[in-house]
């Protein structure tokens, strides 16, 4: 599932499957270890299939971003915090939610799940922000065309939590993958303000995840990361939730 690209262990991924996710795992000790857990088969075909189809037919109720760039059902917090439209995210999450599982009924739920699982602790949502939702980058857009950008998930994260380095994940999980490419390429540094990116080499130790229906990356929040471009007639379409753990094995989620 994952790729190695200039990397100098392959141990650096775990590779889990979702029905090894039990009571007890723990999994946190190997993200200290590793840079992602790939998690299989989180959602059956089927599933996967479903949520399309009703993504699709509500259209109409998607939030476009950076000028129909990308997409999303739900409201992202980094979208709105970088367009400037802070207040209409916050002011719309409860709506946000009550859409996201009118139209796909157990959707949040999931992914809530599956923090639990990884974290073994407790998980809530964050007050006043908007639970899960699903990015969908087109096809021939962009971001497939080259990629996105290099960044680490510390938009929604205060900013103690950041400097004292307190955990944070991010989950992603994809209903539905394009035909060629889109995987996600992760790096050993971690966030350390802008200069990290900027100074970073194009050859730094990094791994390359390629997602197929149904599975699920977890990774560091502050791990530099990045989509990849991809190819063909179909979007990226994924599902994300993020979590930052507030109090020893208490964890508030959104998106």
């Given at each position: 599932m994952m790729e190695a690209v200039s990397r100098p262990d392959s141990s650096l991924i775990?590779?889990?499957a979702a029905g090894a996710l039990a009571p007890g795992t723990d999994l946190l000790s190997e993200l200290d270890r590793c840079w992602a857990l790939a998690i299989d088969g989180v959602l059956d075909a089927a599933t996967c299939d479903e949520y399309l189809g009703a993504l699709y037919a509500a259209r109409a109720e998607w939030v476009s971003d950076f000028g129909g760039e990308q997409f999303c059902l739900g409201r992202a917090f980094y979208t709105h915090l970088e367009q400037d439209r802070c207040r209409e995210y916050f002011a719309n999450a409860r709506a946000s939610d009550e859409r996201v599982e009118r139209v796909l009924p157990g959707l949040?739920?999931?992914l809530l799940a599956l923090v639990r699982a990884v974290?073994?602790?407790e998980c809530f949502a964050r007050?006043?922000?908007?639970?899960?939702g699903v990015h969908v980058f087109p096809a021939g857009e962009k971001v497939a065309r080259e990629g996105g950008?290099?960044?680490s998930d510390t938009e929604g994260l205060p900013?103690?939590?950041?400097r004292r380095r307190k955990r944070a994940l991010s989950v992603v999980l994809m209903l539905g993958p394009p035909e060629r490419g889109g995987g996600l390429k992760l790096w050993g540094a971690r966030f350390a303000g802008r200069e990290a990116f900027d100074a970073m080499s194009p050859q730094a130790p990094a791994?390359?995840?390629e997602y197929r229906s149904g599975s699920a990356v977890v990774f560091d929040s502050y791990r530099l990361h990045q989509i990849q471009p991809f190819e063909g007639a179909r979007d990226r379409v994924s599902?994300?939730?993020?979590?930052?753990e507030v109090d020893p094995g208490r964890w508030e989620t959104w998106f």
């Open positions: 775990l590779d889990v949040q739920r999931r974290t073994g602790g007050r006043g922000f908007c639970g899960p950008v290099i960044h900013d103690h939590h950041c791994v390359l995840g599902a994300t939730v993020h979590a930052a």
